[in-house]
């Protein structure tokens, strides 16, 4: 017979007894139903002292000291159940009052070894100094997820969505664009925070511009080299602050372009010379903070050097090099060449001797002897001009004006050339340099 059929049984027993008593009065009746209690408990305890209990969400503890996944910095990162049902057999006495706090379900983590995810038997642990015996644990494995928890430097960069600007104006380029400040620190397991490679923070305003403009979000987004990282259930941290991302706004202007000159003859007419160059461009579209907006009919874009002016020769000016810190190349055009004169032109090679070289500004208290017998510059001009161009026109000198720390012995100093009765001609150096050296002898002057 079963344990429900033998208490049943107990129960006609009793009931059949104490029915008449029932009748006669209400205090009897109240003894006897504690009496019946009694009874029942006492044979209960005697007769089947052995019961089954179940207790529900038992919590899980993961045991990581004194293991190597301890000492190697691991942590329980994620697991696939908080709580087991743990279903147990014993003495009525102990069993009987046990409670979920009185139980705890230990995973240990001793074959850890490394960062990823491992099935850990549950062992049911007291709390208490109740004893029994486990029948069974639903679910008897929990899976556990391990890594270490680190901390990474990310540069910060934008993500722009609904920000343009005005007709006439032009956003700033991404190296342009600043974010403040420019680095984030992510916090979180290390399989996780080794693959982001890059943080974006995020303005979503639909917005027009004509002015510089500052954004402020505590919005990010991350990324891996080829897709963005979701920041759900990764347990990633990162110091919450406000970004301000400043958007440079630039407005549209369109310039003349020129040169500089420089190293031609006094005589030289550069004016009429510049009339000659071919631009690649006759105009540069730039764009200009707003701020600082200053319009412009010309924009200055390099020098040339006459010494280095051969005929049809091309320069060429990265517009990197010499726009300005606030402008901008709004076509992106690059670099622009300059081509010189070609056509009606000629190279003639004239040597200077010895006594037609000029010494001026000379300091009084040395004598100065040109011991360089003579130079060979080359002069470019016109056809018919270098075909009468003599070395009688020329004018050679060594200025000594800027010629410091003079002392006896020999120096080198440089050769200038002009030729006043022409304004179209120029020198390219002498012998494959462009200023040509001539020696020279010096000597104090004795004291009269």
């Known amino acids: 017979m079963d344990l429900f059929g033998a208490v049943k049984n107990i129960f006609k027993k009793i009931s059949s007894f104490f029915s008449g008593l029932f009748e006669k009065d209400v205090v009897i009746k109240i003894t006897s139903i504690v009496a019946a209690v009694a009874i029942w408990f006492v044979i209960s305890v005697n007769e089947y002292p052995i019961i089954n209990e179940v207790v529900f969400n038992v919590p899980i503890q993961i045991a990581l000291e004194g293991t190597y996944a301890e000492a190697s910095g691991y942590q329980a990162m994620s697991q696939s159940v908080e709580t087991v049902t743990v279903y147990l057999t014993g003495n009525r006495g102990e069993v009987g009052n046990i409670k979920t706090e009185d139980l705890v379900a230990v995973a240990s983590a001793e074959n850890v070894m490394y960062a990823m995810e491992y099935n850990l038997p549950l062992e049911i642990e007291s709390l208490s100094d109740k004893e029994f015996e486990v029948t069974k644990i639903e679910p008897a494995v929990v899976s556990v997820g391990f890594d270490r928890i680190i901390t990474k430097e990310i540069p910060v960069s934008p993500e722009i969505s609904g920000v343009y600007a005005a007709e006439g104006y032009i956003m700033g380029d991404s190296d342009d664009i600043a974010v403040v400040p420019n680095k984030v620190n992510i916090t979180g397991p290390a399989t996780t925070v080794d693959e982001i490679t890059q943080a974006a923070v995020v303005i979503r305003e639909d917005t027009v511009l004509k002015a510089t403009t500052d954004f402020k979000t505590d919005t990010i987004k991350l990324y891996n080299n080829t897709m963005e990282i979701s920041d759900e259930n990764t347990q990633l941290t990162y110091n919450k602050t406000d970004f301000t991302v400043h958007i440079p706004v630039y407005a549209r202007q369109t310039v003349k372009l020129d040169v500089r000159i420089t190293n031609a003859p006094a005589s030289f007419d550069v004016e009429k010379f510049k009339e000659k160059l071919e631009f690649s461009i006759d105009e540069l579209v730039v764009a200009v903070a707003d701020e600082n907006a200053v319009e412009r009919d010309t924009m200055d874009i390099g020098t040339i050097d006459m010494r280095e002016v051969d005929v049809g020769k091309e320069f060429t000016f990265a517009t ?36 037609s070289i000029q010494l001026i500004n000379a300091p009084a208290q040395f004598d100065f002897k040109i011991v360089t017998s003579g130079v060979t510059p080359i002069f470019i001009g016109p056809e018919k001009t270098l075909e009468q161009l003599t070395y009688i026109d020329v004018i050679a000198q060594i200025d000594m004006l800027n010629s410091f720390n003079i002392e006896e012995g020999y120096c080198k100093l440089p050769v200038t050339f002009s030729i006043p009765a022409y304004d179209d001609v120029w020198c390219i150096g002498s012998e494959g340099v462009l200023s040509p050296m001539a020696t020279i002898q010096i000597t104090a002057k004795e004291n009269n």
Do not use: M
Request: net charge negative; proline share 8%; glycine share 6%.
């Open 320 to 355: 990197a090099d010499f726009l300005l810190e606030n402008y901008q190349d709004w076509n992106d055009v690059g670099t622009i060449t300059v081509k010189c004169p070609s056509e009606g032109l000629a190279v003639r090679p004239i040597h200077i001797t010895n006594p």
